[in-house]
């Protein structure tokens, strides 16, 4: 199915509601005119945002089946269409107010998704949503809404492809990044679904906005965007039938999503009983490795040799080698026992030279297959585990492996994937919930497609970037930052639908800028950088790498859907 689908960008001013909402009545107006189905405004658009108490936006709040709602569904009535918009909504019955976003349709009020993942502004005036994640099925498909700071967390936009979405409704007041923001490609690409962005920009009490509403499809593809401006951007979305993106799922292995870890102090937490403390915060170094791999167990050694003296030569403490990188290419052919010669050679490498390696490699045992990565150092196997999520690809000749590995070094909790495990959100979340400082990740992937921003107009505060950026959605700095964590990951070389390189280590706090980062370009390269996890001195984490501040404010009472394994 197709259908032609409006994104409004509108700065509202506060305390003029009903200019605000006469506005974008006619902006909406206007967009259904030209056809559009379905129209979102943004978050707050008919009060403004920054609110300094419950009394000052008291004046503004109605039910969400008020005036405004109606006077909304009045123009899906006359054009047959669907729209969204974001307002301060007040219960009827308990006199709460919330941060919301309406659905209004030909027939009226359909549905209100209530903030369930609050900003540092709404706790002044505005409760935590109650009313969870719905889908709202419509005669142009299921739709979901969710409202700025929702979309940070990976579980929000999952649950709404798992109530069977189609399209994410996202409403925001974004701020302090170039937009459209990574955060919003990724949780429409990675859930199949297409994504509808609403942003305000603007200035309100010292706020900049940043804009950039777009449209983006369930490919992860960019069909329309804006920077700054009120204006209005339509496209024509082709809405699948099935979501195959879920497919991959392994829910029956994702049991601690439903747990809050970082709850109380994590440096009690995880010490507790005397069991699995977290190493000591330290400053360290780690590198990866960017190269391809041969189809020769020995020549692959050679290149491994040659990564690992240049990693320790420049003070390196653990170095994360691509996919394969001791077996080189796909399926049965180079397989290893971990007994074999090779494992033993690489295990006497990182002896010698004292420092940790991480190859993935293609495991035999008895007769199976596995796509690996094994973890050496000066102690020996120090951690070994098996990919959970498989490519297409290696489903013709891999098992899925069925345990999460971390492992303790002295440059912090390890936890380790392999390329295609990237891809599902779920995975290295409960990593991070498990305490992981780093997530190591040998890879082979070529999705999705890094993508460019040409800068932007926005006048952002420095140190906020404005220019142009190649790199600007790219998915392991996605990760890193939404889990709180130091991402290595070491992919093969840019080659045509094999992998986009750009191996890297990436840093634990998505809005830090300068970026604390490095990456590998070309056909091989080795990326450095130095990594902390704070002071080891403090009574509670004094580094995000440790406290996981994006991690702590997970609802996970919400998330009952992400573990059941009929849900499809």
């Not at 305390?15 to 030209?34: C, G, H, I, S, Y």
């Not at 099935?242 to 870890?261: D, G, I, S």
């Not at 000749?397 to 380790?416: E, K, M």
């Not at 403090?538 to 859907?561: E, F, G, I, S, W």
Request: hydrophobic share 40%; glycine share 8%; charged share 20%.
């Amino acid at each position: 199915m197709s259908v032609k689908v409006a994104t409004i960008q509108f700065e509202p001013t506060q305390f003029r509601k009903d200019e605000n909402v006469a506005r974008l009545l006619q902006l909406a107006t206007d967009a259904a005119r030209d056809g559009a189905r379905l129209i979102v405004m943004p978050e707050m658009a008919t009060t403004g945002y920054c609110w300094q108490d419950r009394d000052e936006v008291a004046p503004f709040v109605e039910t969400a089946d008020g005036p405004t709602s109606q006077a909304f569904a009045a123009i899906a009535r006359e054009y047959h269409c669907y729209l969204v918009f974001g307002m301060p909504e007040r219960d009827a019955v308990t006199n709460i107010y919330y941060n919301s976003a309406v659905l209004v349709g030909p027939q009226g009020l359909i549905g209100v998704h209530r903030k369930t993942h609050p900003y540092i502004s709404e706790p002044k005036w505005a409760a935590n949503g109650d009313v969870g994640h719905q889908v709202f099925s419509t005669e142009i498909g299921n739709i979901a809404l969710l409202i700025c700071m929702d979309i940070h967390f990976i579980e929000t936009a999952r649950l709404a492809a798992l109530g069977g979405a189609h399209i994410i409704c996202h409403i925001s007041n974004w701020l302090a990044e170039r937009t459209p923001a990574p955060y919003w490609l990724t949780r429409g690409w990675e859930n199949g679904c297409a994504l509808i962005e609403s942003n305000r920009w603007g200035w309100e009490r010292g706020v900049q906005f940043s804009g950039g509403s777009c449209i983006v499809d369930s490919d992860g593809g960019l069909l329309a965007s804006g920077d700054s401006g009120d204006q209005i951007l339509c496209a024509e979305l082709h809405v699948p039938s099935v979501n195959k993106t879920l497919q991959k799922r392994r829910p029956e292995l994702y049991q601690r999503l439903m747990t809050q870890t970082f709850m109380w102090n994590p440096q009690d937490f995880f010490g507790l009983y005397g069991r699995d403390p977290l190493p000591a915060a330290k400053d360290s170094r780690v590198a990866v490795a960017q190269f391809r791999p041969e189809n020769d167990v020995t020549a692959n050694l050679q290149l491994i040799r040659h990564w690992a003296e240049q990693a320790k030569s420049r003070g390196a403490e653990l170095l994360v080698l691509p996919e394969r990188a001791l077996s080189g290419g796909a399926g049965q052919s180079n397989a290893l026992t971990l007994n074999d010669a090779p494992v033993q050679q690489l295990i006497k490498l990182a002896i010698e030279l004292d420092i940790a390696l991480l190859a993935g490699l293609v495991e035999r045992d008895d007769h199976h297959f596995y796509n690996s990565a094994l973890l050496v150092s000066s102690a020996g196997v120090s951690a070994h585990y098996r990919q959970i999520h498989l490519s297409e690809a290696d489903q013709q000749w891999a098992s899925a492996g069925n345990q999460w590995v971390t492992c303790d070094l002295p440059c912090g909790r390890v936890g380790i994937l392999i390329g295609e495990d990237l891809l599902v959100p779920e995975a290295a979340r409960i990593l991070a919930l498990e305490g992981c400082d780093i997530i190591a990740c040998p890879a082979q992937i070529n999705t999705p497609t890094p993508m460019a921003h040409a800068g932007t107009a926005i006048p952002h505060a420095w140190p906020i970037p404005r220019g142009a950026d190649p790199y600007h959605w790219l998915l392991p700095r996605v990760r890193a930052g939404e889990n709180n964590v130091w991402l290595a990951f070491a992919n093969w070389p840019p080659a045509k639908g094999e992998s986009f390189g750009l191996s890297g280590v990436f840093g634990p706090d998505t809005f830090a800028f300068p970026r604390t980062e490095i990456k590998a370009f070309g056909a091989q390269g080795l990326a450095v950088l130095d990594i902390t996890t704070g002071s080891p001195d403090t009574a509670y984490p004094n580094h995000v790498v440790r406290r996981k501040d994006l991690v702590l404010m997970r609802q996970p009472h919400y998330y009952t859907a992400l573990v059941n394994a009929l849900v499809l």
